[in-house]
């Protein structure tokens, strides 16, 4: 089945992949979304969630909702993705519920509606985040003495846009040179989180297409 392939790849035209698509929120059925297929929770270990990720109808079309309360929301697909091929990575998602006082630059406040998590093999990673009170541009270590290194960059801040559907776009390779002074390894998990744990507060965010692009 198509499913088990866990991931959905688009060409445009003979050649070379042109398009890697992330998301398959019009294949799956309204509803809470199967965790036991392509998407499922990371890290391995993590409890379940007192509302699950869920496919909803939002203009006509399937989309996915996050929504949590004090607590963190990761789910992803594992894909290889060859950033040499498909560098750009672009995806809409529309805020609902900012988590109250969320600040990137804070350990104790590092909550947001929603993150875009790219993985990459090596143990490196970074989150593209809507804060509530960081300002865009801001980029935070939060784990610089663990394991797994990530980066979260700010790429939308504040309530002013929330609750409209927004369209990001970004050269992940580009970043992860600038970010990890290092040529990117392959890309091993793409993921979507929603948090408010350190907050003890209130998230939830939808996303719609969520894609890497040649160009």
């Known amino acids: 089945m198509w499913p088990a392939l866990g991931l959905v790849i688009l060409t445009l035209g ?3 992949v042109s398009t890697v698509r992330v998301d398959d929120w019009a294949a799956q059925p309204p509803g809470p979304l199967n965790l036991s297929a392509a998407w499922h929770r990371y890290p391995p270990e993590a409890t379940s969630f007192s509302r ?9 079309r399937r989309v996915l909702e996050l929504a949590t309360t004090s607590e963190a929301m990761r789910i992803g697909r594992d894909l290889k993705i060859d950033l040499a091929a ?3 990575l672009s995806w809409e998602w529309k805020a609902l519920v900012l988590p109250d006082g969320g600040d990137v630059r804070d350990a104790r406040r590092n909550d947001q509606a929603g993150r875009v998590m790219v993985a990459f093999e090596g143990m490196k990673g970074i ?5 509530t009170t960081a300002p865009v541009g801001t980029e935070a270590r939060p784990d610089e003495l663990e ?11 504040g309530p002013d846009q929330k609750g409209r ?3 990001e776009r970004r050269n992940v390779s580009e970043d992860f040179r600038r970010l990890f002074n290092a040529d990117p390894p392959p890309v091993k998990l ?5 948090h408010s744990n350190d907050t003890r507060t209130r998230a939830a965010v939808r996303f719609g297409t969520l894609r890497f692009d040649a160009r």
């Open 14 to 16: 003979a050649g070379p």
């Open 52 to 60: 699950p990720p869920a496919v909803v109808t939002d203009g006509g």
């Open 86 to 88: 498909t560098p750009w």
């Open 127 to 131: 989150q593209y985040v809507w804060d």
């Open 147 to 157: 394991l797994f290194r990530r980066v979260l960059v700010v790429v939308r801040s």
């Open 165 to 167: 559907w927004l369209r």
């Open 190 to 194: 793409v993921g979507v989180e929603s």
